[in-house]
């Protein structure tokens, strides 16, 4: 028998409710019931689209407020003793004090700095990628007094919710092997590890409670089965499993994003019910599970990319599928390749596309739609689905064929790329004396990562500006009007190198992109990147170049309001590369190349308009890893290249730096070193600094500006806590290479808390001029 099911699904909904819903609920404008009513009300509006498409099974618990690892922070009762919970708030005001750093008690929120540290003085769980993706989960803390409870009454709700309605159920869990791998310890010598025999039961009694149910199937996700794994950890998993084994459900293990190369004997061999595999990631590696997992047990395909937008060439994929049905005898399973919250709702009517755009791309409903034909195909013949397969095989032609995609001046000039182009003219020693000549800037320089508040009215200017309400004259003066806002307070705060704040952007990939050619945007392609903030990731389908200048114009009106020097702001050619939908019919390196030298001419006008100091962002470099060891060095060499081909147009007197944030940089230090930037700024307040010492350790040869505050979260830290992160940055890292700037941009922030977190960062630097 054939079935089909979904990994997870998008939680936002077609509007961005949640997101919305969420931000009032932090506000304190609803409360936790009527955030919990949009919460419902999604669940089942997409559940019933699952069970539309004709999926055997609809995914519960793959839905949450926040982040689905945080979920299970609450779920196996492992909330922090830092936050110093009593165990009588509420769940949901528990939850957000550990996403946000703020307590939002019976519905309220509270911006207030007293009214935080009056209810903790906590920073929020720290924050990284989930994996290689642009989605952030919290980071589970672990330690050797962590002791696990069930605490399931969320879940096992939703399970009945979704039986009231009639569906059936698949509960959808992180597994306990990649739970602990996830998280993180801060206390030397404990490894975490060594919780595995405490946590065991805890799931054992989850699926105990799901069976009785009447739950059959339980979907547990052990993405770790993709990465390299060190021996004990290999074990630990053949140990869970073993435990698990008796448990009355069927056990589903699902990996995705990666091949499993030395560990597929080991998935194939795990005493599962199941197991789901990644065939778009690791589709050299279906025949090899073939082989070896079990006959009696279930084989879930994922054929269908749920990490891209991109229609399925569904006649490849029968191709593929069609050996392996008979092989299995004709019973399998086919799946997206990973959880669907990695692309849009949907694309299928989306506005802003042009038809033959549209048709070549498919959200999370419309791979729904295709799984639909895959199964119908295989079980009554091509005759059956005979306009859907049309369809499809026009699209992929028409991709492969469409002027629109090839553009033969830009692989003319990637042919003509000299050798050095990726170099500058002068070893960093020599720039930064030329520099520091023509800046004259103090000790501690302050500076902050790029953008200010965008304000309701921002927003309300953007968005009548592109409904034509408000001429472009008028959209000009009023975003004029935001940039010299952004101008005078950061002067009266006394910061030393200064931005324009970024008023007239979007997003920072979406701005770039809508003025590169080789891009295309959705009107309503959101995807979560995390919390309630969505992203929309352009489409990248073809060749890219610059048409003109994208924020020359800008830059200079911002510098003719200040003696002070003036960054400009780029994004840099991998974030682009990486959160982006990006086009799979060329390697990625000759993507970035383009993406680079398009970057690079805009640095090169920015410098001849007068503007000293460019910032190329580059916060996903490190995300943009391979998860496999072994293929990071080619990665990390044509990455590294990409960027300095997009800084080094410049003469040596003039100063880039980049940002990076959320991620861990230690075991990559000399490909970032590589980059040559002059300045890099990173996340680090969350960690306490943690991830500076690998750069002290490294002797990081360039300039450095540690971020003492978290941007994610409403908290406001007070002066001294800055100076002390400040301090413990001046101990591993020569105090004459630092920078103070916060951990990221300002956009999702008020002006309120930016004022007063920015004053207590100029007054640590002060304090640091003054040791």
């Not at 528990?94 to 939002?104: D, E, S």
Request: charged fraction near 25%; glycine fraction near 8%; proline fraction near 6%.
């Amino acid at each position: 028998m054939i079935k089909t099911h979904t990994l997870g699904f998008p939680r936002m909904g077609a509007q961005r409710e949640l997101k919305f819903a969420l931000e009032r609920h932090w506000r304190g404008e609803i409360d936790a019931a009527t955030l919990e009513a949009t919460g419902r009300a999604l669940r089942q509006r997409h559940w019933a689209q699952q069970r539309e498409a004709g999926l055997a099974f609809v995914a519960v618990g793959d839905f949450a407020y926040y982040d689905h690892v945080a979920n299970h922070v609450q779920l196996f009762g492992c909330e922090p003793a830092r936050f110093g919970f009593s165990g009588d708030e509420p769940a949901l005001a528990r939850y957000f004090t550990m996403a946000r750093g703020v307590a939002a008690e019976a519905g309220a929120g509270c911006n207030d700095t007293a009214c935080t540290r009056a209810h903790h003085g906590s920073a929020s769980l720290e924050m990284t990628k989930w994996f290689d993706t642009n989605y952030h989960y919290l980071v589970p803390e672990f330690n050797a007094a962590t002791r696990f409870t069930l605490h399931a009454q969320r879940l096992l709700a939703e399970v009945d919710e979704a039986l009231a309605l009639g569906h059936g159920v698949k509960p959808v869990l992180i597994g306990p092997v990649s739970f602990l791998w996830l998280g993180k310890s801060h206390e030397a010598g404990f490894d975490r590890l060594s919780l595995l025999g405490a946590l065991l039961p805890v799931y054992a009694d989850l699926l105990k409670r799901l069976a009785a149910r009447g739950v059959q199937w339980v979907q547990v996700d052990e993405p770790v089965l993709g990465l390299d794994l060190p021996p004990a950890w290999q074990q630990a998993l053949r140990e869970a499993y073993e435990a698990l084994k008796t448990a009355d459900v069927s056990l589903l293990l699902a990996t995705y994003f990666s091949p499993l190369q030395e560990n597929l004997p080991l998935a194939c061999a795990l005493p599962v019910a199941g197991l789901h595999v990644d065939a778009v990631r690791a589709a050299g590696e279906l025949q090899a599970v073939l082989d070896t997992l079990p006959a009696g047990r279930e084989l879930s395909i994922g054929i269908v990319d749920g990490r891209n937008i991109w229609r399925t060439d569904l006649d490849a994929a029968l191709g593929v599928l069609r050996p392996a049905l008979e092989r299995r005898g004709g019973r399998l399973w086919l799946a997206p390749s990973c959880s669907l919250l990695h692309v849009p709702l949907s694309l299928r009517e989306d506005a802003a596309l042009d038809a033959e755009l549209r048709s070549w791309l498919a959200g999370a409903t419309e791979k729904l739609d295709e799984l639909r034909t895959l199964r119908t195909a295989l079980s009554q013949g091509d005759a059956a689905v005979r306009a859907a397969l049309f369809a499809a095989r026009s699209a992929t032609h028409g991709r492969a064929h469409s002027p629109r995609v090839h553009n033969r001046a830009v692989a003319e000039r990637i042919a003509a790329l000299p050798a050095d182009a990726d170099r500058r003219g002068a070893a960093f020693p020599r720039r930064q004396a030329l520099q520091r000549a023509r800046f004259k800037l103090p000790a501690f320089p302050t500076t902050t990562i790029g953008s200010f508040p965008q304000t309701p009215q921002i927003r309300a200017a953007r968005a009548a500006f592109k409904r034509k309400e408000l001429s472009a004259e008028a959209y000009r003066d009023a975003m004029a009007q935001e940039i010299a806002l952004a101008v005078r307070e950061q002067e009266a705060l006394g910061i030393d190198v200064l931005v324009h704040g970024e008023a007239e952007r979007n997003d920072m990939v979406e701005y770039f992109g809508e003025q590169l050619d080789g891009f295309a945007f959705t009107a309503n392609g959101w995807v979560q990147s995390y919390g309630s903030r969505c992203v929309k990731p352009p489409v990248l389908f073809g060749d890219v170049s610059r048409p003109k200048p994208m924020t020359v114009d800008w830059t200079v009106y911002a510098q003719s309001l200040t003696p002070r020097p003036m960054k400009g702001m780029l994004t840099g050619p991998i974030t682009i590369l990486q959160w982006s939908f990006v086009r799979d019919d060329q390697p990625r390196d000759a993507t970035a190349l383009q993406i680079a030298l398009a970057i690079r001419d805009e640095v090169v006008d920015l410098e001849q308009a007068g503007i000293g100091i460019v910032q190329i962002d580059e916060p996903a470099i490190r995300e943009g890893l391979p998860l496999r060891r072994a293929l990071w060095k080619p990665y990390l060499d044509w990455a590294a290249r990409a960027f300095r081909v997009s800084a080094s147009g410049v003469g040596d007197a003039t100063q880039i730096h980049t940002h990076m944030c959320y991620s861990e940089f230690n075991d990559i230090l000399p490909e970032i070193a590589a980059m040559d930037a002059d300045v890099i700024t990173i996340e680090t307040s969350r960690s306490g600094m943690e991830l500076l010492r690998g750069f002290g350790d490294f002797r990081y040869p360039n300039e450095i500006g540690p971020g003492v505050y978290d941007i994610h979260s409403p908290r406001v830290p007070g002066h001294d806590e800055m100076l002390a992160l400040l301090r413990k940055a001046a101990a591993v890292i020569p105090p004459e290479h630092l920078w103070v700037n916060p951990d990221c941009g300002l956009k999702t922030r008020d002006w309120p808390e930016t004022r007063a977190a920015l004053r207590g960062m100029v007054a640590a630097a002060q304090a640091m001029r003054q040791r």
